[in-house]
């Protein structure tokens, strides 16, 4: 019954775009769509799921990739001196994703070979990480691990692929899961049909992660008036020192 459900509701998705989507398009080999195109963080947001669901023209394997803005980040590693925790040697990675998911319909390793995987760079662990400077390969493999390793005690990088659900052959969906420390910015969603171990179709969809409300109001006005935000930012805390420091005295 679940599964009949599932392909009833694609299919009434699926079917109500004949009367915005040309013809040709319904007649590409892989058609990809999402719940909501744009994720607004407002006060309180804990998260979210978004749908993404399609279909092919044959049957065949189907991955999902899912990677959130790119930026340079920063690595550092916690060094004991003296009995203290401190941070000590760094490495700065380029063009990092700041979300990375990854979901199939099979194992990948069962869809395609390593070669085509690691050109499309499908998993974690084939992601061309850029380092700046001229380091060793041991060093960048140790600090490209700590990166990977947070990036996933965050939330923010699916190290194992989540599951593509395929119903009868040719319909798909699969549930895309954003924490709440999300990043804010543009998101690419790639879709592969796969068939024999080759790619056969290829999709691209677009998300924006946005801020929404009172926060939207507080981050742009911290990144346009960053000295005027700082002015206020001390003005508050003093004030609240002083008010804490009011009520004590008088208990």
């Known amino acids: 019954m679940r599964r009949l459900w599932l392909a009833i509701s694609l299919g009434s998705l699926l079917a109500a775009l004949p009367g915005a989507v040309p013809t040709s398009v319904l007649a590409a080999p892989l058609v990809v769509d999402l719940s909501s195109k744009q994720i607004r963080i407002t006060t309180g947001f804990t998260g979210t799921s978004l749908l993404l669901f399609g279909a092919t023209d044959t049957a065949g394997d189907v991955v999902v990739v899912v990677r959130g803005p790119r930026r340079q980040v920063v690595v550092r590693r916690k060094e004991r001196v003296a009995g203290i925790w401190v941070n000590g ?58 990166l990977v390793e947070l990036k996933k005690t965050q939330g923010l990088f699916s190290v194992s692929p989540d599951r593509v659900l395929i119903v009868g052959d040719r319909l798909f969906r699969a549930d895309l899961t954003f924490p709440a420390n999300v990043p804010t910015g543009a998101y690419t969603a790639d879709v592969y049909l796969f068939r024999n171990g080759d790619m056969m179709a290829s999709s691209e969809t677009t998300l924006a992660v946005r801020k929404a409300g009172l926060e939207a109001t507080v981050f742009d006005f911290a990144h346009q008036h960053s000295a005027i935000y700082g002015i206020v930012a001390i003005l508050i805390a003093l004030f609240a020192g002083w008010l804490a420091g009011a009520i004590f005295r008088k208990v």
């Not at 700065?92 to 700041?98: A, C, H, K, L, R």
């Not at 099979?106 to 990480?129: F, K």
């Open 89 to 146: 040697s760094a490495q700065i990675f380029d063009s990092v994703p700041g979300y990375y998911f990854v979901a199939s319909s099979r194992p990948l390793i069962d869809i395609a070979d390593e070669a085509t995987l690691e050109r499309l760079q499908i998993g974690v662990h084939r992601l061309r990480l850029q380092t700046t400077g001229s380091i060793s390969a041991d060093r960048v493999k140790k600090f490209r691990a700590g």
